[in-house]
């Protein structure tokens, strides 16, 4: 599994991590895109709604294997602090947070920690290698 926290509306390094992590599945043969999730944690919770992230699935043509976790605040925050991430509201449709990506073995240890950056490839590779 790889985790990501992102929101919907940003338009700064959220769709670059969204798009390099679906074209990191795509990189994948089918068996192995078969085992692998990625769970997007909404840092919105507020304009992370279903509608909207069903447009951004829509628009950014997410694999099956994308998923986005949304939630209330109070469902959300536990989450973000168990995973040390920073989400602040700075206006609407403006969240600054903290922006990684993290992941997970089988065994449900991150193993590899990725900054906003990363490209497809080597997320793809470190997938098959704890394949």
């Known amino acids: 599994m790889v ?23 795509r990189d994948l043969t089918p068996q192995e895109r078969a085992a692998v ?3 997007a944690i909404s840092v919105d919770p507020t304009g ?5 992230v069903r447009s951004y699935a829509a628009i950014h043509q997410l694999l099956p294997q994308f998923h986005y976790l949304i939630g209330s605040r109070a469902e959300l925050e536990p989450v ?8 602040l509201a700075g206006g609407p449709c403006l969240v600054d947070h903290s922006a990684y990506e993290l992941l997970i073995a089988a065994d449900g240890k991150g193993r ?8 497809p490839e080597p997320v793809a590779a470190d997938i098959r290698a704890l394949g």
């Open 48 to 52: 992370d709604t279903a509608q909207a």
């Open 37 to 39: 999730r990625v769970l």
């Open 3 to 25: 985790i990501a926290f992102l929101y919907v509306h940003c338009v700064d390094v959220c769709p670059l991590i969204a798009e390099n992590l679906n074209q990191a599945l």
């Open 80 to 87: 973000w602090q168990a995973y040390g991430v920073a989400a």
């Open 112 to 119: 590899v920690r990725y900054d906003s950056a990363v490209r």
